[in-house]
C-alpha cells in the first residue's frame, strides 16, 4: 500500500526538493500546500496518511495551526526543520508532531522517517484509546460501587446481595448494571 503524504510548506523551491525525494522513496505526494491555506478543509479532502510540515524556523502559529489539525483530523505529523531547540521541539510534541526532523532528509532516509512516524503515532492513538477505555470503566465501576452502598444503606443487606439485587434488577429491566447504578444514583440526588 503507497503512503499518501500532504506536504505544507510556505517555500516553493524547498518543497519541491521534498517532493522529490519523497517519490523517490516510494510515497504518492497528494499536494503541497502553503501553511495559510485552509489546513482542515484540505486534510478533510484529501485524506493524506501522514502530513509533513518543512518551516525553517517554525512559528509559534504555525505550531497552534499544527496542534488544532492533529486534535481535528489526527494523523502522524513529521515537522522539518533547520533549527532546533528544547523550547520548539517541546512545542511541537505539545502541538501532536510525530517527529521533529532538523536538517533535510536523504530520500533513502526518508521512508524510514515517515514510516517510524506514523507507527509511533499509531502506538499512541492505540494507548491514549486504552487509557480513555480504562477511565471510563473505572468510572463506571465508582458508579456501581456507589449504587451498591445505597442499597446496602437503604436494605441493611451485605455487599454480595445488595450487588446480586442490582444485577437482577438491571437484567429484568434489559439494562447493563452501570445503567441501573446511574439512574438509582440520580434518582437518590448522589450522581
Known amino acids: 500500500m503507497t503512503i499518501r503524504v500532504l506536504i505544507v510548506d510556505a517555500k516553493p ?27 482542515h478543509a484540505v486534510v478533510e479532502r484529501l485524506q493524506p496518511d501522514a502530513v509533513i510540515i518543512d518551516a525553517a524556523l517554525p512559528s509559534r502559529d504555525t505550531l497552534e495551526h499544527v496542534g488544532q489539525l492533529g486534535r481535528r483530523y489526527p494523523k502522524p505529523m513529521i ?11 517541546r512545542q511541537a510534541a505539545k502541538a501532536g508532531v510525530s517527529a521533529y526532523v532538523v536538517d533535510h532528509v536523504k530520500p533513502a532516509l526518508m521512508r524510514s522517517m515517515v514510516n517510524v512516524a ?19 470503566t473505572l468510572a463506571q465501576r465508582r458508579s456501581i460501587d456507589r449504587a451498591k452502598a445505597l442499597i446496602m444503606e437503604m436494605r441493611g443487606i451485605g455487599e454480595e446481595v445488595a450487588y446480586q439485587y442490582l444485577r437482577s434488577t438491571a437484567m429484568n429491566r434489559r439494562m447493563t ?14 450522581r
Open 13 to 39: 523551491e524547498r518543497s519541491q526538493v521534498l517532493e522529490k525525494a519523497l517519490v523517490e522513496a516510494g510515497f504518492d505526494v497528494l499536494a503541497t500546500v502553503d501553511e495559510q491555506q485552509d489546513l
Open 79 to 89: 515537522m522539518l526543520a533547520e533549527e532546533e531547540t528544547p523550547d520548539l521541539t
Open 118 to 136: 506514523i507507527t509511533s503515532f499509531e502506538s499512541h492513538r492505540a494507548l491514549k484509546g486504552e487509557l480513555t477505555r480504562t477511565q471510563e
Open 177 to 190: 448494571i452501570h445503567e441501573l447504578a446511574q439512574e438509582m444514583l440520580a434518582a437518590a440526588g448522589k
